[in-house]
Nanobody, 115 residues
Framework: QVQLVESGGGLVQPGGSLRLSCTAS????????MGWYRQAPGKDRELVAT???????NYADFAEGRFFISRDGPEKTVYLQMGSLAPEDTAVYYC?????????WGQGTQVTVSS
C-alpha cells in the first residue's frame, strides 16, 4: 500500500500563504488521481483540489483562484500552493492517491489561519 507523507502545514496569518507537500512511496503516475482534501473541526472531509494522471486539475469553488495544485513526478510529490488564506481555511489537510475506487490517505497536516 502506498505511503503518503504530508508536510508544510503550520500557523499563518490571514492573507498569508503556505505550500503543502505530499511525498508518495511510489510513482504518483501509478494512480488515476492525486489530490488534497481537508477537514475542519465538526465538519466532513471535503475536496480541495485534484490532478489526474493526464495533468487535468479540478478545484473546489473555495479554492479556485487561491490554491494551485502541482506535481513533480521524479520527486513523487504533489504540492498545494495556498494563498490569500482566511480563518475558514483552518483544517487538517490530507493528501490522497486514488486508484480506481481505492482511496489512499496520508496522516494529514494541520493548517491554522489566525492572527
Amino acid at each position: 500500500q502506498v505511503q503518503l507523507v504530508e508536510s508544510g502545514g503550520g500557523l499563518v496569518q490571514p492573507g498569508g500563504s503556505l505550500r503543502l507537500s505530499c511525498t508518495a512511496s511510489e510513482n504518483i503516475f501509478n494512480f488515476n488521481r492525486m489530490g488534497w482534501y481537508r477537514q475542519a473541526p465538526g465538519k466532513d472531509r471535503e475536496l480541495v483540489a485534484t490532478i489526474n494522471v493526464g495533468g487535468v486539475t479540478n478545484y473546489a469553488d473555495f479554492a479556485e483562484g487561491r490554491f494551485f495544485i502541482s506535481r513533480d513526478g521524479p520527486e513523487k510529490t504533489v504540492y498545494l500552493q495556498m494563498g490569500s488564506l482566511a480563518p475558514e481555511d483552518t483544517a487538517v489537510y490530507y493528501c490522497n492517491a486514488q486508484l480506481l475506487s481505492r482511496m489512499n490517505w496520508g496522516q494529514g497536516t494541520q493548517v491554522t489561519v489566525s492572527s
